[in-house]
């Protein structure tokens, strides 16, 4: 392995990375890597906890694996960093259910599915890295290319996938679904998987936009979520971190009007700086949309109306960007505007939804479902990041000794916009190969 890193490293500097880069095809594969694990043997750990006391630094191991044969159409890719998603926080608290359910059902599809039913699963759904080996049938990347990863895994043998990938009944979402995720030294990617590593971004940088920026793309942008137009009003849930700051971002750049919903005055300054106008603190406003565990408080939905007309000049969102779930989904079904679109995806403070359906089928608003993106998705989502149009908003990176660690700051919402992880990059800011584009 270190011979690998010195090989990625001597590209540092170089005006020709690709020369450099393309010593890796030369080099042996090793036997086995580091990467971030739950282990089978401690499902049970947390049994009878609430999940908000549930610690993922327990959970998530650092320990050495066996490198994976490559099937076809697979790659084998060095990673350089990594992120932090929400599925690594649901893996290591094993909630709504363990994640070798996952690893099991897939291990039963094919003998080359086999692989991925373990009794420790590597987790993570992003990574930036370079291609270290192609398996066969892969024709459009070679080793030394630079990548990153989105984290849509598909077979593509039934034809109700061939209109949109994510509606394949073999769809799965990398490194949560399946195994040999990307918070590790090494990765197991299907060859559509891969996308060119937007050259003027670090590592870590570039590392974390995948996930969560294909998926505000599909949200958003793509006809098959809200399909939002110029002049849109977009109420945006948590729009400073992982996920809401990308559909910041986006609607911003797609000409929409982001009404930007935040917890804390720093929160607020970051939209502020992405080139929001509109916030709402809702901390600071105080803002409580349940009066207890069972009763939603309609009159708090009122209230948060008329503080998103105060700041529109009385408009209603025609779209409601969702993610947090159980305790916001009452509130953006009221808020948004006759004949107007909630999509939603996530549900990170409970899947169970509660709203009053009247302000739905009487207004004839739309619930839209949607995860992830597809591979086209994904792709225009990256370009935009390697234009420059879209920026990470990685603001901490973590070694992955201390991934438990990375994972806690996420649960417990202490982080801005996105946390990194490095995984085989020894520091912060490498990887930089258009120092122009980025200055």
């Known amino acids: 392995m270190q011979d690998i ?29 580091r990467g971030v694990v739950v282990r ?13 006391d549930k ?48 690893l099991r059902r897939y291990g039963r599809v094919s003998e080359l599915t086999r ?26 990347w070679r080793p030394g290319d630079e990548v990153v990863a989105h984290c ?17 009944p073999q769809q799965r979402i990398w490194g949560f679904e399946t195994n ?30 995948g996930l969560v920026n294909s998926t505000a793309y599909r949200q958003l942008v793509s006809h098959h979520g809200a399909d939002m137009k110029q002049g849109d009003v977009v109420l945006i849930w948590g729009a400073s971190g992982g996920l809401g700051g990308y559909a910041t971002q986006l609607a911003l750049g797609g000409g929409a009007i982001p009404v930007c919903v935040v917890s804390s005055p720093e929160k607020a300054e970051l939209c502020r700086g992405m080139g929001a106008d509109l916030v709402i603190d809702r901390a600071a406003e105080g803002f409580r949309f349940w009066k207890d565990e069972e009763t939603q408080d309609p009159d708090e939905w009122r209230r ?51 709203y009053d359906n009247r302000y739905l089928w009487m207004h004839l608003k739309r619930i839209v479902g949607s995860h992830f993106a597809n591979y086209h998705e994904a792709w225009q989502a990256n370009r935009l990041v390697a234009l420059g149009k879209v920026h990470p908003t990685v603001s901490r990176t973590y070694p992955l000794e201390q991934t438990g660690q990375a994972a806690y700051e996420v649960h417990r919402n202490t982080h801005q916009g996105k946390v990194g992880v490095r995984c085989l990059a020894p520091r912060d800011g490498l990887g930089v190969r258009d120092p122009q584009l980025r200055a």
């Not at 849509?152 to 990938?165: I, K, P, W």
């Not at 996308?195 to 974390?208: D, F, I, Q, V």
């Not at 408009?315 to 939603?344: K, L, N, Q």
């Open 5 to 33: 890193l010195e090989a990625i490293m001597a590209a540092e500097g170089s005006d020709r990375p690709e020369r450099e880069l393309a010593g890796l095809a030369g080099l042996p594969v090793p036997k086995s890597y």
């Open 40 to 52: 089978a043997a401690e499902t049970r750990i947390f049994d009878g906890m609430a999940s908000r």
């Open 55 to 102: 610690d993922p630094r327990e959970a998530l191991h650092v320990q050495e694996v066996p490198t994976p044969e490559l099937g076809p159409g697979e790659a084998l890719v060095a990673v350089m960093a990594s992120a932090i998603n929400y599925n690594t926080v649901w893996t290591s608290i094993f909630e709504p259910l363990p994640t070798f359910t996952f």
């Open 115 to 140: 692989r991925h039913d373990l009794p420790y699963h590597v987790v993570g759904s992003d990574a930036a890295g370079v291609v270290l080996r192609t398996g066969p049938g892969v024709t459009r």
């Open 152 to 168: 849509l895994s598909v077979e593509l043998e039934d034809s109700a996938g061939h209109d949109d990938t994510m509606l394949d």
């Open 180 to 209: 040999f995720g990307g918070l590790a030294e090494l990765a197991v990617v299907k060859a559509n998987q891969l996308m060119p590593k937007p050259r003027h971004l670090s590592w870590e940088e570039a590392a974390s936009p």
């Open 304 to 354: 948060f109306g008329e503080r998103i007309r105060e700041l529109t000049g009385g408009e209603d969102p025609d779209i409601v960007f969702e993610h947090p779930g159980r305790e916001t989904f009452g509130a953006s079904v009221f808020v948004t505007r006759r004949g107007g679109t909630i999509v939603t995806c996530a549900s990170t403070s409970g899947f169970q939804h509660q």
